[in-house]
């Protein structure tokens, strides 16, 4: 069955990373992008350009509705992602929404509902589950390589975006388009938190977007720290914001009971990783499986999820713990209380992922044999 694509939001993220992946995709017959809009023209325009749609959408309710369409991709500023999401949903469509799935637990829920029952399948991003280093990583946990892990750390931020005034205004944030990806990939190794505190606010209160000065608004918070209890008195703590400059340490370190496993690079952008266990006393160092793998690799698995009917690895109650986890962080830096976390999601089922990247390769080699 050939994806046929609907885009919402034409910005940063849709242009560079998501075009160069659906690109090939178009290429192979697998997809085909039917519409985009952009309440900018200049920016759907330069899409419809780019990918020679002829017909201009003139609404999200014309992209959405749209007859010929089974599936949305969502790649709008974060506030809008939730009543987009479950418009789309709702109209019978398949949905990749760009990360958070909702900046209010109340839409999160109402977006859980609304995929429980809809026909449509649902990825929210990030989508770093799907990375072989995370892959790799997960199964050394499964394996005990490390024992039980006890204590992690992890951490991601940089200077902050230039763009986009909505990053700084209610509803951004750091937590909200950084620590989400650490928060993902913890939930991921350790399971579902049961406890949170924070830290977090505005360091650097004025910044220049889009060619202006803007004053950062409060909930905005570009600098956070936040503690996560995972029960058994295992504990994470995540370390991000809009005020890193640059950094040589690990995305993530997870410390078990025999041993250490650190990812390297990025949670989104993995460049291997380095696993100490007792019992061999020496550092092993792993590198990355496949370099350059794509952070937008949510769209390749939701089109093959489509293809064979499967049920999608990442898992929109991941998405929901997560938004749950960086609300409760971000009202406890208000008040300094911790806040119990009362959602939790399934174990990723990588059994049936195996089984998709063999029917994957299997499709590649038809395509091109060189490509393996
Ligand atoms: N830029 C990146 O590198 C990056 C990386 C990962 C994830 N993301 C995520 O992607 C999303 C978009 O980020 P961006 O950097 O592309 O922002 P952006 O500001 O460049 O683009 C967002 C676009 O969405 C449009 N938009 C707003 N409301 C809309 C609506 N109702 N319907 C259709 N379009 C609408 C805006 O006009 C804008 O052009 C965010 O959720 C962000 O967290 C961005």
Same mark, same amino acid.
């Given at each position: 069955?050939t994806v046929k694509?609907?885009i919402l939001? #034409?910005?940063s993220?849709?242009?560079?990373p998501y075009l160069s992946?659906?690109?090939?995709?178009i290429r192979?017959?697998?997809?085909?992008?039917?519409?985009a809009y952009?309440?900018?023209?200049a920016?759907?325009?330069a899409?419809?350009?780019?990918?020679?749609l002829?017909k201009?959408a003139?609404s999200?309710?014309?992209?959405i509705?749209h007859k010929?369409?089974?599936?949305?991709g969502?790649?709008?500023?974060?506030?809008?992602?939730?009543?987009?999401?479950i418009?789309?949903?709702e109209?019978?469509?398949?949905?990749?929404?760009?990360?958070?799935?909702?900046?209010t637990?109340?839409?999160?829920q109402?977006v859980l509902e609304?995929?429980?029952?809809?026909?449509?399948?649902?990825i929210?991003?990030?989508?770093i589950l799907?990375?072989?280093t995370?892959?790799a990583?997960y199964?050394?946990i499964?394996e005990?390589s490390?024992?039980?892990?006890?204590?992690?750390r992890?951490?991601y931020g %940089?200077s902050?975006? %230039?763009w986009g005034? %909505?990053?700084y205004?209610?509803?951004?944030?750091?937590l909200?388009d950084l620590g989400?990806?650490?928060?993902?990939s913890? #939930?991921?190794?350790m399971?579902?938190?049961?406890?949170?505190t924070?830290m977090?606010?505005?360091a650097?209160?004025?910044?220049?977007v889009?060619?202006?000065t803007i004053t950062v608004?409060?909930?905005a918070?570009d600098?956070?720290?936040?503690?996560?209890?995972?029960?058994?008195?295992?504990?994470?703590v995540i370390?991000?914001?809009f005020t890193?400059q640059?950094y040589?340490?690990?995305?993530?370190e997870?410390y078990?009971?025999?041993g250490?496993l650190?990812?390297?690079?990025?949670?989104w952008a993995p460049?291997g990783?380095?696993l100490?266990?007792?019992?061999?006393?020496?550092?092993?160092?792993f590198?990355d499986?496949?370099?350059?793998?794509? %952070?937008?690799a949510?769209?390749?698995?939701?089109?093959?999820?489509?293809e064979?009917?499967?049920k999608?690895l990442?898992r929109p109650e991941? *998405?929901?713990?997560a938004?749950e986890?960086i609300?409760? *962080?971000k009202?406890a830096a208000?008040d300094?209380?911790?806040r119990?976390?009362?959602?939790q999601?399934p174990a990723?089922d990588?059994l049936?992922?195996?089984?998709?990247?063999?029917?994957e390769?299997r499709?590649?080699r038809?395509?091109?044999?060189r490509?393996?």
């Open positions: 069955m694509l609907g939001g #034409c910005g993220v849709l242009w560079g992946l659906l690109e090939p995709l192979e017959g697998r997809v085909e992008i039917c519409a952009d309440p900018i023209p920016k759907a325009e899409v419809n350009k780019r990918l020679g002829t201009r003139n999200t309710e014309e992209v509705d010929e369409l089974n599936t949305v969502i790649f709008t500023s974060m506030k809008a992602h939730a009543s987009l999401t418009a789309a949903l109209a019978g469509k398949h949905v990749l929404v760009e990360k958070p799935m909702a900046t637990l109340a839409e999160g109402r609304v995929a429980r029952k809809a026909k449509g399948k649902l929210c991003a990030p989508h799907l990375s072989p995370y892959q990583m199964a050394h499964k005990k490390i024992g039980e892990v006890l204590s992690a992890a951490r %940089w902050g975006p %230039w005034k %909505w990053f205004e209610p509803g951004g944030g750091s909200f989400i990806y650490n928060v993902t913890l #939930c991921g190794f399971g579902s938190a049961k406890r949170v924070a977090a606010g505005v650097i209160p004025e910044r220049e889009e060619g202006e608004n409060p909930d918070e600098n956070a720290h936040v503690l996560i209890d995972f029960g058994q008195n295992r504990f994470a370390t991000t914001g890193m640059k040589r340490s690990p995305a993530i997870l078990g009971s025999t250490v650190q990812m390297l690079g990025d949670d460049e990783y380095e100490w266990r007792n019992t061999k006393g020496t550092w092993e160092f590198p499986t496949e370099p350059g793998w794509p %952070w937008t949510g769209m390749t698995h939701l089109v093959r999820c489509i064979e009917d499967a999608p990442i991941h *998405a929901y713990h938004l986890i609300l409760a *962080a009202a208000k300094g209380q911790a119990a976390i009362s959602s999601f990723p990588y049936s992922l195996a089984s998709q990247d063999d029917a390769k499709k590649r038809q395509h091109d044999p490509s393996l």
